[in-house]
């Protein structure tokens, strides 16, 4: 038997608009949340779930809305994400499943993550170290930032003792788990590198990857395919590799009268 068609196009119509249901006081805004949270400098903690979920709708009804959890959310900026509505911020955090919580930085690093249903007790603590760890990021970006100028004072400098310190605090910022700030090192070794590439070569002995990866890369950009230290090489290989190019390589700063501010180099956002 046909259904009539106004009921069909009721059932499809409920289908269409079907959303998940928003704890009390959590923002669906994705967008203004995470500006809010930027603007208050707390941590954003991003709900992913679905309207067909059923922890879902046992965390909102169960967990968040125990008292104990409930005041803690007041330290971080909650927001609701519909992955069916939103499949590119799905896609964006990797939601293979919900519920995923996840918790960023005021700056909007990633801190913590946790999927599937829990209790209150559980979650309460997951929430409290997550909050604590966002701190933590948030000083250690102040810091990496703070770094960052003085990385650009040295810079503008001609001396080769200034050289080499600013190399070391790259190798360290390059190192580091924030991205933008990554980045900005990155691109402030290439601008070194095209100056002094010489004081770049100690960091392909760094003992950690990701430094001499950047370091790597900022020397092949200035000095071409030839360059052929591979930082993923054993500590043997690398320093028979770079005792060649410690030879090659002039330890002075060319054009000396040069300007080195790094004008076109972008500060991290």
Known sequence: MKKPAA??????????SARADAPANWDTNYSAALAEAARAQKPALIFLTASWCGPCKMMSAVTLSDPAVWLALSAVQPVVVDIDEHRDLAAKYDAEAVPTFVLLSAAGEEVRRTTGFQPAADFLQWLTNGVSDAKEALIRQAVAREELTNVDRLLASTNAADAAQCATKLFDLCAGRDEPIARAAAERLKLLASRQPAALLDGLNDPRLAARIQVANALR???GDAFDVDPWAAPATRAAALEKWRLKLPAEIPNPGAPANPTNVAPPK
């Open 221 to 223: 950009d200035h000095l």
């Open 7 to 16: 009921i069909l196009l009721l059932v499809f119509g409920v289908g269409l």
